[in-house]
C-alpha cells in the first residue's frame, strides 16, 4: 500500500517535473550582510571572468574547446590559489561555470542559425548580480516560521590574514606605522568591506585598532581579525525575508540577486507537481492590441492603455540631466545613477502590477482565450517610439496571460493577426482602412462596429476554428 502510493508520487513528480513555478521574495540583509554578500558576488565574478579567459585562451592558443568538467576540474587548484575563493559555497562557483557553459552554447546556437550574436563578455565592476544555490536546501535554507533565510558560508567568509605573506592579499607592507596607531593605506577595499564600521577614515582606524590587542605592535603572524569569526549569515544571524505570499512545491534552486537600486532579492524555483484547474465558466474571448486602447476585448470592454511610461519621462529626464552633469567615477555619478535605475524600476513595477491584474482577471474569467500572435507582423502594426514601449507592456502582458492559463487549465492560443482588422466579423466582407479610421462600417451587410471590437472578434473566430471548436467559417484566413 505504501509503496504503491509512493510509486504513484513519483510518477506524478516524473510527469510534471516541468512545471517549474519561481517564487520571488524581497530580502532585507543588515549592513554587514550586505558587505558579505557583495563580497560574494565580486568573488564570484572574478571567477567568471577568469573561466572566460581560460576559454578564449585555450582556443585561441590550442584550438581548443573547453567543457563544463574541464572547467569544473580546475576549481580545487583555483581555491588554493585565490584563497578568498573558498569563502564563497562551492556549489555557487560551480554554478559560475555553468552559466559560462550556457552563455556559450547560446553564442553557438545563434551562430549556427546565423544571427550575429555577441561574444560572451567581462563582467565589469557591480555587473555580477547574483549567485545561484542549484541545490536548494544546500547552502541556502527558508525558514518558512521565522521569516528567515539563512545561508551558508556567507557569515564565514575568511577576511585575509594580517600578515601571512605569499598569495596574502594583504601583504603588511599595506600597513602604515604611526606611532602608537596603525593606518591602513587608502583603496584597501577588503578591510573596509568587513569591518562594520562607519566609513569615516577615523572610526574605520579605530575598528582595526582594536583588532590589534590595543598594543600598538605590528599583527602577530597569522592573526585573524576578530570579525572573521562575526556573527554572519550562518550562524546566529539569518536574514530577514518578507514572505507576503506562501512557497508552494518543492524548492530545487535559489537565487539570490541585487537589483540595479540596490535591492536585494532571492528566487525560489519550486517544481510543482500539479497544476490547479479553475472551474469551467462557459465563455470565450478573443483579445485585439489596440493603438488607442492597451487591449479591446470581443466581450465590447476595453483595457485602457496605461502609458506609465509617458507619466515616467520628466522625472527620467531629469535624473538623466543630473547623472549626464556628475563627473565620472565620483560617488555622486553612482548615487545619481540609482536614482535614474529607480525610474526605471517604478515604469517596471507599475507595468508588472498591471499585467499581472488584468492577465489574472482574464483567466479567471474565461475558458478560452484567443490572442494576435506579436511575432507575427509585429513591424508593420505600429510606428514611432511609444510603440515599442507598448509593445514590451503587450509581450509582457501575453506571457503572463499564457502561463497562467496553462496553470489554470484554459485554453490559450496566438492566432495569425493577419486581415484581422480588414475583415467583417458578420459577414467576412474584406476592406482595407487607413489607420486612423477608428470605425468599420461593412459596405456588404450594413453593420458599424468599433475598429478594434472588429478585429478582436474575428481573433476569437480564428482561434476558435484553430482549436477545433468551431466549424470552419466562411471567411478565409491566411495559409488555408
Ligand atoms: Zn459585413
Same mark, same amino acid.
Given at each position: ?416 493577426? /493577419? ?14 482602412? $487607413?489607420? =486612423?479610421? @477608428? %470605425? &468599420? *462600417? ?12 472588429? /478585429? ?14 468551431? $466549424?470552419? =467559417?466562411? @471567411? %478565409? &484566413? *491566411?495559409?488555408?
Amino acid at each position: 500500500m505504501n509503496g504503491s502510493l509512493l510509486l504513484a508520487n513519483t510518477h506524478a513528480l516524473r510527469y510534471n517535473s516541468c512545471v517549474r513555478k519561481t517564487f520571488k521574495y524581497r530580502l532585507y540583509p543588515n549592513k554587514q550582510q550586505q558587505r558579505l554578500l557583495e563580497q560574494q558576488l565580486e568573488e564570484c565574478r572574478w571567477l567568471y571572468n577568469h573561466l572566460l579567459a581560460e576559454r578564449r585562451a585555450a582556443w585561441e592558443e590550442r584550438r581548443e574547446s573547453l567543457r563544463l568538467y574541464d572547467q569544473h576540474a580546475t576549481l580545487p587548484a583555483l581555491k588554493a590559489e585565490r584563497p578568498t575563493l573558498a569563502g564563497v559555497q562551492s556549489q555557487i562557483l560551480q554554478n559560475v561555470a555553468v552559466r559560462i557553459d550556457l552563455a556559450f552554447k547560446a553564442f553557438f546556437r545563434r551562430c549556427a542559425a546565423g544571427e550575429t550574436p555577441g561574444y560572451p563578455r567581462f563582467r565589469g565592476k557591480g555587473r555580477y548580480d547574483s549567485i545561484t544555490f542549484p541545490q536548494v536546501p544546500v547552502g541556502c535554507r527558508l525558514d518558512m516560521d521565522a521569516r528567515h533565510l539563512r545561508m551558508m558560508n556567507i557569515g564565514q567568509l575568511r577576511l585575509p590574514r594580517m600578515n601571512a605573506g605569499g598569495s596574502d592579499p594583504l601583504p603588511l607592507s599595506c600597513f602604515r606605522l604611526r606611532d602608537p596607531r596603525f593606518t591602513v593605506r587608502r583603496g584597501l577595499r577588503p578591510y573596509r568591506a568587513v569591518s562594520g564600521g562607519p566609513s569615516t577614515g577615523r572610526a574605520r582606524w579605530l575598528r582595526w585598532h582594536r583588532c590589534c590587542d590595543h598594543s600598538g605592535q605590528p599583527p602577530r603572524e597569522n592573526a585573524i581579525h576578530p570579525l572573521a569569526q562575526a556573527k554572519g549569515l550562518s550562524g546566529g544571524e539569518a536574514v530577514k525575508v518578507i514572505l507576503h505570499r506562501p512557497l508552494e512545491g518543492v524548492p530545487k534552486s535559489a537565487t539570490i540577486r541585487r537589483s540595479r537600486t540596490g535591492k536585494w532579492y532571492v528566487s525560489f524555483s519550486c517544481e510543482c507537481t500539479e497544476p490547479s484547474p479553475l472551474q469551467k465558466t462557459g465563455h470565450q474571448v478573443g483579445i485585439d492590441v489596440g493603438l488607442k486602447t492597451f487591449a479591446a476585448l470581443s466581450t465590447g470592454e476595453d483595457i485602457a492603455n496605461p502609458r506609465f511610461f509617458c507619466q515616467e519621462e520628466k522625472a527620467l529626464a531629469k535624473a538623466q540631466r543630473c547623472l549626464s552633469k556628475a563627473e565620472q567615477g565620483t560617488p555622486e555619478r553612482a548615487e545619481r545613477r540609482k536614482v535614474v535605475a529607480r525610474v526605471y524600476e517604478r515604469v517596471a513595477w507599475r507595468r508588472g502590477d498591471f499585467s499581472h491584474q488584468h492577465s489574472r482577471h482574464i483567466v479567471d474569467s474565461f475558458d478560452v482565450i484567443a490572442v494576435e500572435d506579436l511575432a507575427v507582423n509585429r513591424m508593420t502594426h505600429h510606428h514611432c517610439l511609444a510603440k515599442s514601449i507598448h509593445d514590451a507592456a503587450w509581450s509582457q502582458f501575453a506571457d503572463l496571460l499564457s502561463y497562467k492559463a496553462a496553470w489554470a487549465g484554459r485554453r490559450y492560443v496566438a492566432v495569425n493577426p /493577419a486581415y484581422t482588422s480588414q475583415d467583417c466579423s458578420q459577414c467576412g466582407h474584406r476592406q482595407t482602412l $487607413p489607420l =486612423s479610421d @477608428r %470605425i &468599420y *462600417p461593412c459596405p456588404c451587410c450594413g453593420v458599424v462596429l468599433d475598429r478594434d471590437f472588429n /478585429a478582436s472578434l474575428n481573433i476569437l473566430g480564428v482561434g476558435l476554428h484553430t482549436l477545433g471548436l468551431a $466549424p470552419r =467559417s466562411s @471567411r %478565409i &484566413y *491566411p495559409g488555408e
